[in-house]
């Protein structure tokens, strides 16, 4: 089924699973569910615990330190939307807190080349824009690898 929504592809903040994850990014921060019950993280975000069956799962903030697992170079838009981004890297980080926990998020300010397996990273929170949704930005937890100098997205 096709998305359907104006501001496609920025994230849908009114999704009540990951509305929080977003509203938390705003605000520099990085934050997961964790169950109130057995006190694991849930991720991707659910109504209930995979666990325990709980469904008290308050967003928790964590460092936003993590490391690599995986990673791509994206070198060919997948969409229009992506056009000015080429090459940029898509990662996926295991965070400190819980290694069962990875995000997704994109790789920033390195060379991709350099990136090795286990490398540790840190969130970094930019706006997400793209020039098919003109006018419109959405603050996202971006990950470096630690110690890399800032730079734009």
Do not use: H, K, N
């Amino acid at each position: 089924m096709a998305i359907r929504r104006d501001d496609f592809p920025l994230p849908d903040l009114s999704d009540p699973l990951t509305a929080p994850y977003f509203t938390a990014a705003a605000a520099g921060e990085l934050r997961v569910p964790r169950c109130s019950r057995c006190e694991r993280f849930v991720w991707y975000p659910s109504a209930t615990c995979p666990r325990c069956g709980a469904t008290e799962m308050p967003w928790t903030r964590v460092s936003g330190r993590a490391t690599l697992f995986s990673w791509a170079v994206v070198r060919r838009a997948f969409l229009p939307a992506f056009a000015d981004r080429v090459p940029f890297v898509s990662g996926l980080v295991e965070i400190v807190e819980d290694p069962t926990v990875r995000l997704v998020g994109f790789v920033v300010d390195v060379e991709p080349e350099l990136l090795v397996p286990d490398e540790p990273v840190e969130a970094v929170f930019r706006p997400l824009s793209f020039p098919t949704v003109p006018g419109r930005s959405v603050p996202v937890p971006m990950f470096r690898p630690v110690g890399a100098a800032t730079s734009s997205p």
